[in-house]
């Protein structure tokens, strides 16, 4: 049970904390938040991931304005562990922003008070009060798994954690229900410029490529509340360190494994998956994982997913729209552990299981030999299907169980073994956050309310182009780019 009262953990991001005495790394807390009912929206979330990464079942019936070495962001846990997001800035002055974190995609994204479609729960930027917004007159729409994000490419400074630059976004006009809401305003992508699109060079990235950072890094810790018996909101998620690591986050040493093929997505070979005391050879032509904090679950591709639930008593596939994910007898532990070439990584019990299923849910969907009359949950490895790349995508369902370095310089991609205390492998989860030394203090500024998006949407058309002119529709995952990452060798929305 949740021990902070409900405002006090929403409030909980924007408080000051000591900053850290070791050489100016700063970290940023990270909130989590999840939709009212996770295990109902699985089928969902499973389709969207397919989407997103272009996947389908072969069975289916920048200018510096100011300088900081490491941020420490904080992250913020939605709805048990169905995403993780940060607070970014966005304007002059500045009006502050819940953003989802994506490892899977580049662009910055945010709902603005010309927002058609958004909900009275989106926070929206008032292009109209910055005075450092710039409009250009190219409209654009950008595709995800779950929807699809339309508006016009605009330009403003943006702040995130200690750092502020200039910065490419789109500043969204319409968006499919879904990819905002319940105090999400939009996405904030950590992947590399060349999956852009908005053909930008990322916040994180440009801060790179100013020699901005300390280290040329990011980190991860993330929180688990997929435990816990009652559904939150959001709470306090984690830290995301720009910049750096935070050695209080983890033990030992990191494990770098250097990226497969050319810098896109956060691209590893997963070498075997241990199941159950099973291992799993994995072939290096069907491996190909993207390494995805935007994704709550982990896909992999027919024959593996089948071999892995294989291992598991008692285990049945379910479909009709449930195709592709898989329930197991809920009193059962599924011990999983994956490697990509050294460390083999423990994905603990309580991420592997997602939630009860019930018959209202599923119907008659159950496959196998499994009897129906057990209670039944489902499990967090899904089916995405076989012949794309990449072929697995590894989610938080992994991610919260290691501490996680996104490095650009050598390319590659670090895991460690998480502090003890920490949502570790072997343990529950403490529902209260990690206490964390050198947290920034974020801006107070308030977002832009909705009541504004009368007298902001009557000068869109000026600022956004001619509205009679059709958006320029950019996929998300570029057919060119699949094409060159599978020549060199080769998640939730």
Known sequence: MISLPLVAIVLLPFVFAARQPDGGVVHVPI??????NRVANLPKAVEALRKKYGHQLTNV?????????????????????????????IGTPPQNFNLILDTGSS???VATTSCTSCGSDVPEFNTSKSSTYKATSSPLEIDYGSGSAQGTVAQDSVTFGSFEMSQEFLAVTSVTPGLTGDGLSGIMGLGFTSISALQTTPFWEALYNANNLSEPLFSFYLERYVNQ??????????????????SSLYNGSIEYLDLTGPASYWLLTVSSVTVQGKTIAIDPLGGLAAIDTGTTLIGAPTPIVASIWAQVPGSTELSGDWQGLYAFP????????????GTNWAISPLDMNLGTLNNTMTGNTMTGNASTTSQMCAGGIFDIGIGSVPNWIV??????????????????????????GLSSSTGSSDPNPVQVTGLIPLP?????SSSGSSSSSSGSSTSSGSPSQSPIKIIALPLSLLASVAGCFILFF
């Open 107 to 109: 662009d910055l994204w």
């Open 395 to 420: 989610g938080d369902t992994f991610l919260k169980n290691v501490y996680s370095v996104f490095r650009a310089s050598p390319p590659a991609v670090g895991f460690a073994q998480l502090a003890s």
């Open 31 to 36: 909130t989590r938040r999840s939709h009212s």
């Open 61 to 89: 019936k920048s200018t510096d304005s100011k300088r900081a070495s490491t941020a420490a962001i904080p992250v913020t846990d939605e709805e048990n562990d169905s995403s993780y997001s940060g607070v970014v800035s």
């Open 444 to 448: 107070t500024s308030t977002c832009a």
């Open 229 to 246: 018996a009652n559904q939150i909101s959001a709470a306090p998620g984690g830290v995301l360190t720009l910049g750096g690591t935070n």
């Open 330 to 341: 809920c009193d059962t532990n599924v011990t999983v552990y994956i490697s990509f070439g």
